[in-house]
């Protein structure tokens, strides 16, 4: 098998990885291995086929990861579980911080909460929906 056969493969392999994946992950090693393959063509050896290979991964990794990370965050990228602030929460527990107590009814589920400003909030009273803190509720008794 030819060097050159190998580095289309190592492209290949790299890009379906990359694509599979959608992390990031070997499109650094993509860029390399083309390095690679085009120094195969110029005639060069295999010891500087791989040195650029590896310079250029480096390289495309040190100066685009950055880049590529801060354009394809997302920056504030609303969900689902967003659309709850704001609603309003049926208290089924009383709501007490200093416990570690409380949850709530909202659309039919239950949800653990916990009180925005240490109020206790008492059973069967309602509260407003302030954030979401992982799967918790921060409510505000309502009203206030």
Known sequence: MSLGLIWIIAIVVFAVLELATYQLVSVWFTIGAVGGIIVY?????FNVQMAVFLILSVLALISLRPLSVRKLKAKGLKT???????QEILITKTVD????EGEGK????TWTV?????AVIPENNSAVVEKIEGV???VRAKGE
């Open 114 to 118: 916990r009180s925005a400003d240490g």
């Open 97 to 100: 911080n200093k416990k570690g």
């Open 80 to 86: 689902n579980i967003d659309s709850l602030a704001g």
């Open 106 to 109: 909202l659309n039919g589920m």
């Open 136 to 138: 918790k509720l921060i």
């Open 41 to 45: 063509y110029l005639g060069y050896g």
